[in-house]
């Protein structure tokens, strides 16, 4: 028997249609559930939204409430201004005064429920507005009834037990099953018992016409209960499906705003801008390309094309930015060389790890922009991302930073480094090349000024160029650059003269 249901099951899997069609059916009985109450009560209660729907029910009762004060208040003018029409005037007024006064009682009285704090304070006040409602409504109806066939007049009196069953089940804001049962129950057997006093002074054949009555208002709460649970059922589906919704539309959200934020922390806002515009339009066009195959064939061979154009960006397409007024900062860990043949690889890395975070955190203290690491070499730009006019002060206060951050893991760790740091101010072209993996960098003479700067300098200094001091505007304590500089091919092509940073002045 288990090899049996082992080759069955090995059958679905292999068999895509048998699969199709086993989903189906799961999906079948998974939309039948969802219309079983007993289901969505426990499902509710799994959930643990058993007191944010009892809150959501409440809301919605007191609308019911509003609906059916307004209908009661309109049969009761309808009634009196039929009461007007009839010839016996004299037998009126204590009609009239009977319909008002207690349309007047059953409104104060329910409108005690539309104050929320004083209901979900206090929960019996639900109860009690909606049984003294009722019980005045059935008082009235069965006190003119038993004083006009007492009195043998014949002005219009009709019996409103029906209208007060399907007020019981329909408006009022009693909740659950059991208590509208109960009442409507009670109602029932006042409403007989009224029918065989008025049938015994009337009609011998009394029995069969108060059976008639019960089976008859037994038929009325068979359908209020019935409604009330297939308004239950709709109702908690809705909740369920609502809040489903709810919540897939917030993490589908902060999906959105954890993509972007991930986004922001490789590339600058402009260039992720123009990414994701790009590939939204790639979308768009796959999907025409979609909607334009007929064949099922084609369609297939269509999609993985589609899917091969989407995972690698067009290669004519280049985000490629210029940037004037920037600052590039070259950082390098001294010594590292040699901790790669000394040092266990787990606590070089550690070591890294616990450095580069440290950056990370001082350049968003600084408002730069960390492109990317090389090796132990850490390189960062500012004035990028956001233009900012002191965008060479914040470089050099990075780089002083640094310097700080390095000596305190080398005194934590027991290590033998430090920091070489060069920065230089210019011209940067800012974007992302490749095309099966996207990169981020930044190209320009500056980039390779800075970069000559950081080889050429000193350890444990700020090695900066002339153009990045003059925009430093005297506030730190400097002197000149390392000879290692002043030999430097590439320096002397340009003509740049670095300077080392001392210290700030204060």
């Known amino acids: 028997m288990d090899s049996y249901f082992d080759s069955a099951i090995e059958y679905n899997r292999s068999n895509p249609i048998s699969l199709a069609r086993t989903s189906s059916q799961a999906q079948t009985v998974q939309n039948e559930k969802n219309w079983e109450w007993s289901y969505l009560v426990r499902k509710c209660r799994n959930l643990e939204l058993e007191d944010s729907y009892d809150f959501y029910m409440r809301r919605l009762r007191v609308g019911y409430l509003s609906l059916f004060i307004f209908i009661h208040v309109a049969v009761t003018v309808i009634h009196t201004l039929l009461l007007l029409t009839t010839p016996q005037i004299k037998y009126v007024y204590v009609d009239m005064v009977a319909y008002i006064c207690s349309g007047l009682v059953i409104w104060v009285v329910l409108s005690v429920n539309f104050r929320s704090e004083l209901v979900s304070k206090h929960g019996w006040v639900v109860y009690a507005t909606s049984w003294l409602a009722v019980c005045v ?7 003119l009834n038993v004083y006009h066939a007492t009195s043998h007049n014949d002005i219009l009196n009709p019996i409103y037990d029906a209208y007060t069953l399907y ?26 018992i009224n029918y065989s006093f008025v049938i015994t002074a009337k009609d011998d054949n009394q029995m069969h016409s108060i059976l008639n009555e ?7 709460n068979l359908l209020g209960i019935f409604f009330r649970l297939m308004r239950d059922i709709a109702l908690r589906t809705t909740f369920l499906d609502r809040r489903q919704y709810v919540e897939e539309n917030l993490l589908l959200r902060y999906a959105r705003d954890q993509e972007r934020s991930l986004l922001l922390s490789i590339l600058p806002a402009q260039i992720a801008d123009r990414l994701q ?7 768009e066009r796959s999907k025409q390309q979609h909607q334009q195959q007929s064949q099922v064939d084609l369609r297939r061979s269509a999609d993985s094309q589609t899917l091969k154009r989407w995972r690698q960006p067009d290669h004519g397409t280049l985000f490629i930015e210029p940037h004037d007024d920037v600052t590039v900062l070259y950082a390098d860990v001294v010594n590292y060389t040699h901790l790669t043949t000394t040092l266990d690889v787990k606590k070089l890395v550690e070591a890294l790890h616990d450095l580069f975070v440290r950056f990370d955190i001082a350049s968003e203290e600084y ?16 004035g990028l991302a956001n233009p900012n006019a002191d965008h060479a002060k914040c470089c050099v206060d990075l780089g002083l930073r640094m310097i700080k951050d390095i000596r ?24 992302v090349i490749g095309a099966a993996k996207w990169q981020f960098d930044i190209w320009s003479k500056d980039v390779d000024i800075a970069n000559r700067l950081e080889a050429t300098g000193a350890t444990g200094r700020v090695h900066v160029s002339q153009k990045t001091l003059s925009l430093l505007d005297g506030e730190y304590f400097f002197e000149d650059g390392t000879e290692k500089a002043r030999e430097d091919p590439v320096l002397q092509k340009h003509g740049i003269r670095t300077f080392l940073i001392k210290s700030l002045r204060l």
């Open 214 to 220: 019960a089976i008859y208002l037994s038929c009325v």
């Open 137 to 143: 409504m059935v008082l009235m109806d069965i006190g």
């Open 277 to 283: 515009e790009d590939v939204k339009n790639r979308i």
């Open 367 to 382: 408002n730069v922009l960390r492109i990317k690491f090389l090796g132990d070499c850490y390189y960062c730009v500012a």
């Open 408 to 431: 305190d893991v080398r005194e934590k760790r027991h290590l033998n480094i430090d920091m070489r740091i060069g920065v230089h101010s210019g011209d940067v072209l800012s974007g």
């Open 167 to 192: 007020a019981i089940y329909m408006f009022m804001p009693v909740p659950y099953l059991l208590q509208p049962f109960v009442l409507g129950s009670a109602v029932t057997f006042c409403y007989i």
